[in-house]
């Protein structure tokens, strides 16, 4: 079952604009995270948030998470054609099993246009 | 390092033929993960394991196998192919210390 969702499932903006992406999940998490997919790729991690923070940055990436409406947004400010990619969030299972099990939402597809 | 290796990286089969995947990480990750990439379905969890000798079942284990021999290969294998096992099949990895993990390129399967 799918436990997170990205809305857009797409988006096009211009070189240099910002791109926001959210992610909305079910039930209680450890932890969220952020992956890139380019065309025909494996999957690249790029931030990952933990319950007990609301915001973290990494480069030109900002993150942040809202536990009590169950969302995350993932902005890339100053967007190059080079971020045009699928982006994931994903969702530990909290299974206490200590697996680090991931829950994948969809995938926003995100096109930047130069 | 090369990180996570899969082979191969393409393949198709005829319903009802078997095969493996072999996955390798060269990264001393504890944890490794077979997912698979079905269009507008994301990626589904098959199995995983959380140390050598060791497996557990995912979303969507049926009709697939596994084996962690070592503690740097994970093979997937599936038994009698079916057509609803087309997909791209992604290997991970992840250390018990840290959450992300890391992913191979991927096998792009084809059951006719």
């Known amino acids: 079952s799918q436990q997170g969702e990205e809305d857009p499932q797409a988006l096009s903006i211009q070189e240099g604009e910002n791109a926001t992406m959210n992610c909305s999940y079910k039930t209680s998490i450890n932890n969220l995270q952020w992956y890139r997919q380019n065309s025909g790729r494996g999957l690249v991690h790029l931030i990952l948030?933990?319950?007990?923070?609301r915001e973290k940055h990494s480069g030109r990436l900002r993150v942040t998470l809202d536990t009590s409406k169950k969302s995350s947004s993932l902005l890339i400010t100053a967007s190059r054609a080079a971020d045009t990619a699928s982006y994931f969030c994903a969702t530990d299972a909290n299974s206490g099993a200590g697996s680090y099990q991931l829950t994948f939402g969809k995938g926003t597809k995100l096109s930047v246009i130069p | 390092n090369a990180g996570v290796t899969q082979t191969p990286k393409f393949r198709v089969l005829k319903t009802g033929q078997s095969m493996t995947l072999l996955c390798a990480q060269d990264?001393?990750?504890?944890?490794m993960y077979w997912y698979r990439q079905d269009p507008g379905m994301g990626l589904r969890l098959i199995h995983y394991?959380?140390?050598?000798?060791?497996?557990a079942k995912g979303e969507v284990p049926d009709g697939y196998n596994v084996s962690r021999l070592k503690k740097q290969n994970f093979l997937l294998g599936l038994e009698s192919a079916a057509p609803s096992q087309t997909s791209v099949y992604f290997c991970a990895s992840s250390s018990p210390l840290r959450g992300e993990q890391y992913f191979g390129p991927g096998t792009r399967l084809t059951v006719t």
């Open positions: 948030i933990r319950s007990n923070e």
């Open positions: 990264m001393n990750h504890e944890y």
């Open positions: 394991s959380v140390g050598e000798g060791t497996t």
